[in-house]
């Protein structure tokens, strides 16, 4: 079965099952998993967000993306987007779906790929994903040069991010998870504009604990701080924000240095 340009295998080896306890979820599964969501968590905007917290190479994510983007085409063609009824405001919608998908994966493998039996990694396949879609609903074809192309690899390599999502390893050390960097993102139809904040996945745990908590905290959870704002198709020219590295050596044998 091909999926995205992928083929797809729920086992990559024994070792990776053995060290990493790696086995991915079958597209019929995921399928079947995304059908009991309801309807309107696949509004175009604003887009609900998913994150993925070990997202493999992608399994969920080019499921989610594909029925964000099914959804934008369809409001598309009955002139109901919020942008606009022009092929740039499909695009810009386009963006917002591909932002609001987040996820971590412990392995630098199955997030970049590029490797001998992980040649596409959960990056590419949405990039792929996104740009088939582009240029069959709406006749745009890329070039490395293509603004919104540029637009849509920020994203993803903010976005789909190398970590461990647990907050200690099998030693007991800790991950560092906590320092893991999270964009929001904040599409404004009207001028089809974005504002990016930078937070972390930390500071959104100490907002949930803060939020549930049955003692007051003295001292809240920090502020988002602002990153960028502009047109979303230059969201390219925002700053880069870059994501620790995993502490150690990774269970798979790749060692990946702090």
Not at 19 to 34: C, I, K, R, S, Y
Not at 79 to 85: N, S
Not at 225 to 248: C, M, Q, Y
Request: aromatic share 6%.
């Amino acid at each position: 079965m091909v999926v995205g340009h992928h083929e797809e295998r729920l086992v990559k080896s024994a070792e990776r099952v053995r060290d990493l306890g790696e086995v991915f979820t079958p597209n019929v599964t995921v399928q079947a998993m995304l059908d009991l969501l309801p309807d309107n968590i696949w509004e175009v905007h604003p887009s609900p967000t998913f994150l993925e917290p070990a997202c493999g190479d992608g399994n969920f994510l080019v499921a989610i993306l594909n029925r964000k983007l099914d959804r934008i085409a369809s409001d598309h063609s009955k002139a109901k987007l919020a942008a606009g009824d022009t092929t740039e405001a499909a695009q810009f919608h386009a963006l917002e779906a591909l932002a609001s998908i987040y996820a971590v994966d412990i392995s630098i493998d199955n997030v970049v790929g590029g490797m001998p039996g992980h040649e596409i990694g959960a990056r590419t396949r949405l990039l792929n994903q996104f740009t088939d879609w582009n240029f069959k609903t709406l006749d745009r074809q890329f070039t490395q040069r293509s603004l919104v192309l540029r637009a849509a690899e920020w994203i993803v390599a903010h976005n789909i991010i190398v970590g461990n999502m647990l907050p200690f390893d099998a030693d007991g050390r800790e991950t560092g998870r906590d320092q893991i960097p999270l964009i929001e993102y904040s599409f404004i139809p009207k001028d089809q504009t974005v504002v990016l904040k930078r937070t972390t996945l930390g500071d959104v745990f100490a907002v949930e604990q803060a939020n549930s908590a049955t003692v007051l905290s003295l001292f809240g959870p920090a502020e988002s701080t602002f990153l960028w704002r502009g047109k979303a198709v230059n969201l390219s020219g925002a700053d880069r924000v870059e994501a620790p590295k995993i502490h150690g050596q990774a269970r798979n044998g790749t060692v990946r240095r702090s």
